[in-house]
């Protein structure tokens, strides 16, 4: 009597958790095929439904490379299990990734210079697009996030701002029906908005902008107000960063007001939370301590399941975000503390990027309120993360926290000094 099938639960959460349908993912896989092998794969939905049932517990190499490749995980990580050793030869054969980022299939798929492979779905160059096209360019912009969250935006800039201009080429030169135009502005203007964030995250803040232009285009195009606040919530954050705390408050107010009654919760506490930095920056403790708090009852309100770029947004967000109004207004004391609760609430192994500007965010707090041994302890933490971490907004931070070390060079920092530089050298 043959065994049951053991449906593969860690694959179907991976999946979810990257934003793509079976049929998309499969998409994706033939796709990251291609660029593997130099043929476009066959895989298909029916393929996919088979490894979540548990009928094939270990694809075989050209599936299951490409799986990996467009997921960004290992095979264990999507709950494959190689087949017991047999006693037979196998040949070992290397696949070398072949230079065609330029070709003229215009197939979207990049090498990130930590080796991932990046296999965003291809829209057509002519003819007619539906909603299945609109629903890849969701996809696309899911891995986009889900790499973000990992990594940081450092290496990923080029990659979003290309694959914003492949959309806009299949928009100018294909056909929809007004159904698909209003869904196909809303999925371009939010993966544009991803585009500018990983340019923020890179420090260019001139092509932040010029993204965020183009997604408020689109959102308005599409008549997606919430969208439109989510854009609102980034630039705030990049005007805070610009030293513009009134700027960044009235960003968010009008993002707030725009989306009144109607909003995600979490997307209520992180705008309330960037009221609260820009009021900070501005030198205004006590209206910043008033949005802090309103950004934590809002975030007490948060029941439903959020969207994906929203994910982020829990208790361990809005401890960060304190972190950051306390040391702006010179409280590095209580800085240290949010910082610690932040770093205590991060899910482990979750939002890597975000774990590694908290524990920065720790060591500058707890260097600057004179605890040192405590603030070399974190700075090593955060050194921990990289260079999977390409934030150069954070790195530039932990930069800082190097020269303030220098400069007072307490117990324990030459130890830290010499393997920051071998680190981040």
């Known amino acids: ?65 490409s799986l990996q490749a467009v997921l960004g995980l290992t095979p264990y990580e999507l709950g494959f299990r190689p087949p017991l ?36 779905p291809a829209l057509p160059a002519s003819g007619r697009i539906g909603m299945s096209d609109v ?26 701002g290309r694959y914003v201009e492949h959309i806009e080429h299949a928009i100018r030169h294909c056909t929809y029906g007004g159904r698909v135009q209003t869904a196909l502005y809303r999925a371009v203007g ?5 585009a500018g964030w990983l340019a923020y995250d890179s420090q260019k803040h001139q092509e932040a902008r010029a993204h965020w232009r183009t997604a408020l285009q ?36 009008a993002a707030l007001d725009a989306t009144r009654g109607r909003r ?40 439903d399941e959020p969207p994906a770029w929203l994910a982020f947004c829990g208790p361990d ?28 609430r991060t899910p482990p192994n979750e939002y890597r990027r975000n774990s590694f500007a908290t524990r920065v965010s720790l060591a500058r707090s707890t260097f600057a309120a004179g605890a040192a041994d405590e603030a070399l302890v974190a700075g090593h933490s955060a050194l921990d993360l990289l260079p ?11 930069a800082r926290f190097q020269r303030d070390v220098q400069r007072d060079w307490p117990a324990g920092a030459a130890d830290f000094t010499e393997r920051y530089r071998a680190v981040v050298a």
Request: net charge neutral; with cysteine.
């Open 1 to 65: 009597m043959p065994m049951p099938l053991q449906p593969n639960e860690t694959l179907r959460r991976a999946i979810k958790e990257s934003g793509y349908t079976q049929s998309g993912l499969a998409d994706a896989v033939n796709d990251a095929h291609e660029l593997l092998y130099g043929e476009r794969g066959e895989c298909s939905d029916r393929h996919i439904r088979r490894l979540l049932q548990g009928a094939v517990s270990w694809p075989k190499d050209s599936t299951r490379l």
């Open 85 to 120: 050793p047999a006693t037979r030869r196998v040949t070992v054969r290397r696949v070398d990734l072949p230079q065609d980022q330029d070709s003229p299939v215009y197939r979207r798929k990049f090498v990130l210079n930590v080796g991932t492979l990046v296999a965003l």
């Open 135 to 160: 629903e890849r360019i969701h996809g696309a912009e899911a891995r986009l996030v889900q790499l973000d969250e990992e990594h940081g935006g450092a290496g990923l800039v080029s990659i979003a």
């Open 190 to 194: 939010e993966i544009s908005a991803e």
């Open 218 to 253: 689109y959102a308005r195009l599409g008549r997606a107000t919430e969208l439109e606040a989510r854009i609102w919530s980034k630039m705030a954050r990049q005007a805070v960063d610009l030293g513009h705390g009134s700027e960044a408050v009235g960003i968010a107010r």
């Open 264 to 303: 995600d919760p979490r997307l209520s506490a992180l705008l309330h939370s960037r009221v609260a930095l820009g009021h900070a920056a501005a030198g205004q403790a006590g209206r910043c301590a008033q949005s802090l708090h309103r950004a934590e009852q809002e975030l007490d309100r948060a029941t």
């Open 317 to 344: 967000e809005i401890a960060a975000q304190n972190a950051l109004c306390h040391s702006s207004l010179g409280d590095h004391a209580r800085a240290a503390q949010a910082a610690y609760d932040a770093v205590a």
């Open 388 to 398: 999977e971490v390409r934030s150069q907004r954070w790195v530039h931070e932990l």
